[in-house]
Each structure stands twice: as C-alpha cells, then as structure tokens.
C-alpha cells in the first residue's frame, strides 16, 4: 500500500511514526524539525521577570494562552526552573504533575525550551521559579525570561 500523498511505499518502521506535510507536500516523519502543527493556533508572547537576588519572577497573566516554550536569557545563574501556579492570580501552589513530581523544566542560559502543552491546560496565572521549592537559587542579576504561549 502507497501513502497517498507521496505515492511510496511504508517500510514498517515509518508506518507506526506519525506524519506531517513538508513545504512541498510531502509526508515526512513527525519530529522537532517537523513538529505536528497546532491548528490555526496564533503564538504570543509575556515576559516573567525575575529581580536581581531573588528566585521567583512576578506574576505572569497568561489570559487565553497556554505556555508552550521558554526563551532563555543570555546570562543565567545555573539552576533549573520550577513553577507556581495560580487559578485567581491571588492564592499561589507550586505545581507538581499527576505523579506527584515537581513539574521541572531543565534550563541554562541562551535556551529556547519547548514544554508539552498539556502540562499546561487550566493555568492562568503563573510565576517562574529559578531553582526547586525546596532549593531555589537566587540569580546574580535581573533576569527576563521569555514565555511563547500558543492561542
């Protein structure tokens, strides 16, 4: 059996890996070059700053948007980030996945990060954490983090 729309055939292993169109029409493997689109989504963006000293960033109205990637500062005091989350932008919780874990996104300095969407369903407002809730680590200047939300 031929895909359709390149007219090939499968070998088994393309045949269980999910495909998208490339520029040209073509079917190629779904991957981060070839991610699978969003839709008729529109991508914004919000900043999260973080005060020079401090490990939490102010709080960040996200509105309709979902976060689906951070956008690194140049210069980063080495620590990971962790979050807090907030249905009213009043009462704050840090936010753990439905394993009970710190939800923890591995960072470093000049990174664009992409984070599973999913993750992310029903946050409204948010704040960024350098370090853990048990260990946050202080950055050594301002820090403004860029937040790609998908609407």
């Given at each position: ?9 499968p ?20 991957s ?15 900043t ?18 979902r ?13 990971n ?9 009043v009462t ?10 710190e ?33 946050p ?11 790609v939300?998908?609407?």
């Amino acid at each position: 059996m031929d895909y359709p729309v390149s007219n090939k055939a499968p070998d088994v292993a393309q045949a269980v890996v999910p495909h998208v169109l490339d520029g040209d029409g073509n079917a190629v493997p779904q991957s981060p070059a070839a991610p699978q689109p969003v839709g008729n989504a529109e991508l914004a963006t919000a900043t999260a700053t973080i005060a020079n000293g401090e490990s939490l960033s102010a709080a960040v109205d996200l509105g309709t948007g979902r976060l689906a990637g951070i956008v690194m500062p140049a210069a980063w005091t080495a620590a990971n980030l962790t979050f807090q989350t907030s249905p009213d932008g009043v009462t704050w919780r840090d936010r753990y996945d439905w394993l009970g874990g710190e939800v923890t996104v591995v960072a470093a300095a000049a990174r664009s990060i992409q984070v599973n969407l999913a993750d992310w369903l029903g946050v409204r407002f948010l704040k960024v954490r350098s370090g853990t809730s048990g260990t946050p680590v202080n950055q050594g200047a301002e820090r403004v983090l860029t937040l790609v939300l998908v609407r």
